[in-house]
């Protein structure tokens, strides 16, 4: 019973989280932005914060400074953690605190560290009192149906989510090893003269196919920046790697 009840109040805080997260960004930028990571309205790692906050946290509900604290800190763990899993999987930094004061690898920050230590507060002391009433009265046959539903579309959206960044990362691969091929070839003969190169290039007449498959395989990238990620995150930065190979392929195309 209490794990159904945990599974549906990750599910809430995800949701809220998501709402959060729009408002907070899109104000900013002027427009709405699906900020999730996933295509559905919810942001896991809220769902997984609050619930690292609320069943810990409500066992010292009588010290307010020790809910803050510790709750700044789980939470800034969590998004630590979540952050360095992501950047090593998928090749990305998916935020960055980098120019925030107080910030740790610009992985977490003081400033959002204290904002998650208020939520921590607001969670414990109200928020969770409403969410755990509204969820102890629905009807345990509903509930159960809501959460299967939920499961699979949950399911579905990281399996398709993951398939669109694996198949990203795999467009990288496969560029890199074009680049060092080009890249052997041309250390190979560097001290070339002018007129010598010239002729060097009319005698490897792969190279300009080779030109043009990076070039694809970079156009290809292009159109999976445009899914659903990367309206969702715009200011995420590639990792120094995929960064260099980029510059690359501008050289090659140039």
């Known amino acids: 019973m209490e794990l159904l009840y945990a599974y549906t109040y990750f599910i809430i805080y995800a949701f809220l989280g998501w709402i959060c997260e729009d408002i907070y960004c899109g104000i900013g930028k002027r427009k709405f932005i699906n900020r999730g990571f996933l295509y559905g309205p919810y942001c896991p790692i809220y769902g997984f914060g609050a619930l690292l906050v609320i069943y810990p946290l409500l066992m010292v509900s009588n010290h307010p400074i020790v809910v803050f604290i510790f709750g700044m800190i789980l939470t800034s763990i969590l998004e630590y953690i979540t952050s360095f899993i992501m950047e090593k999987l998928f090749a990305t930094r998916w935020w960055d605190y980098s120019t925030y004061p107080f910030n740790i690898n610009g992985r977490v920050c003081l400033q959002n560290s204290l904002l998650f230590g208020l939520m921590s507060l607001v969670s414990v002391y109200g928020l969770h009192l409403i969410v755990s009433r509204f969820v102890e009265k629905i009807p345990l046959v509903f509930l159960a149906v809501f959460l299967i539903m939920f499961t699979i579309i949950f399911v579905i959206d990281i399996v398709n989510t993951v398939i669109v960044l694996l198949r990203r990362k795999k467009v990288f691969k496969k560029l890199k090893e074009d680049i060092d091929e080009l890249r052997e070839q041309f250390e190979s003969d560097r001290d070339m003269l002018n007129e010598e190169f010239e002729k060097w290039i009319q005698e490897h ?39 260099q190979l980029q510059n690359i392929v501008k050289k090659l195309t140039e």
């Open 205 to 243: 007449k792969d190279l300009d196919a080779a030109r043009k498959r990076i070039q694809k395989r970079a156009e290809m990238i292009d159109e999976l920046r445009k899914k659903h990620i990367g309206r969702a995150f715009p200011d995420r930065k590639l990792s120094d790697q995929l960064n």
